[in-house]
């Protein structure tokens, strides 16, 4: 192997161990700090229960802790940092999972400690198990609490901290879902016991159905809502921000094919796009339509579906599942155009801006 190869190599090799160690540490910074702004949180949250008027007291041992930690310590204690560190606390200290989670490491603890007749003292024992039970809790950015401390409902805002977690999100792309209102567009689609795993467990994909949003949000797309454009315009906008449109499909999304042709019988037809998704290990066909979905779009997504069931699909992989996006949709035209065990064609609508949280929360209460 020539020397400048082997150079090269080997200098990837040191930078990937460099690049993973400075994300180690800024985890660990990120995760070492959320625990002290919890912690002093606590403190706050303590002294002002002493005080006898607690509002008028808080109020003056903010101002006057502010004042001497931005002497000491710098930029980053304001009275506005405290407030929301206050709150952080008050949050997170009554979160039932947080508790739960205390309770029973604190629970295993002592046994351990009667067990086997340590001289460690049950405080210090106790210490180190909040520690490490705070830092496998609170795995987020600081910056990503005070958002997520902005969401009243405790199911809603758990959810949104689940799937932050597990799929590395950053503020920014934590408060786009959050304005998309994506735990209420999923929960749209779930019943009671649906809603109340995806507050605790996040977003779980097993089945077809798990992978649909009605409606997808595709405001990143740029396009008015009542502005007049083309299927293949929405198709090319969505192509250029592919990216966008892959997070807004959901996990494990992989992009195939635009404008794929499929021929029999000396006729030619074309699927807008094709999309893998390696969670349920299947095709996804997507065909866009501009303006009422009609029962001939269902139709011909069937026939989509079927081709590539028995042509395309592996022995190994799970049937193909067609999505219809369309502006509009009449729910009886879907109901009885698909068969009543119908698990592979759906049909959602888009939206080409934000929409209202409200709305989206009242469809929610009258399901």
Known sequence: MPDGLQNKIIFQQVAELLQNARQQVLRTVNSTMTITYFEIGRIIVEEEQRGKERAEYGKKLLKSLSKELTKEFGKGFSLVSLENIRKFYL???????????????????????????????????????????????????????????????EKERRFYKIESEKYNWSVRELKRQYDSALYTRLALSRDKEGVLKLSEKGQIIEKPKDLIKDPYILEFLGLPELHQYSESQLEQEII?????????????????????????????????????????????LI????????????????MYVNYYDREMRLEDENKTIGIVLCQNKSEAV??????????????????????????????????
Request: proline share 1%.
């Open 287 to 302: 065909d866009l339509k501009i303006g009422e979905l009609k029962h001939q779009d269902l139709g011909q997504m069937q």
């Open 334 to 367: 879907v109901k009885y155009t698909l068969p009543e065990n119908n698990e592979q064609i759906f049909a959602s609508k888009y939206k080409t801006v934000l929409p209202s949280v409200e709305v989206l929360k009242e469809l929610l209460e009258c399901k």
């Open 91 to 153: 949050t997170y200290s009554n979160s039932e999972s947080l508790t739960r989670i205390l309770q029973i490491q604190k629970t295993q603890s002592l046994t351990e400690e009667f067990k086997s007749k340590k001289t460690q003292s049950v405080t210090a024992q106790f210490n180190r198990i909040d520690y490490e039970t705070l830092a496998s809790f609170f795995k987020l950015t600081f910056t990503h609490y005070v958002f997520l401390m902005r969401i009243d409902d």
């Open 240 to 284: 250029n921000k592919l990216e966008h449109f892959l997070l807004e499909l959901g996990h494990g999304f992989t992009f195939v094919a635009r404008q794929e042709r499929i021929t029999f019988d000396d006729k030619h037809f074309k699927i807008d796009l094709v999309f893998y998704n390696r969670i349920l290990r299947c095709f996804v």
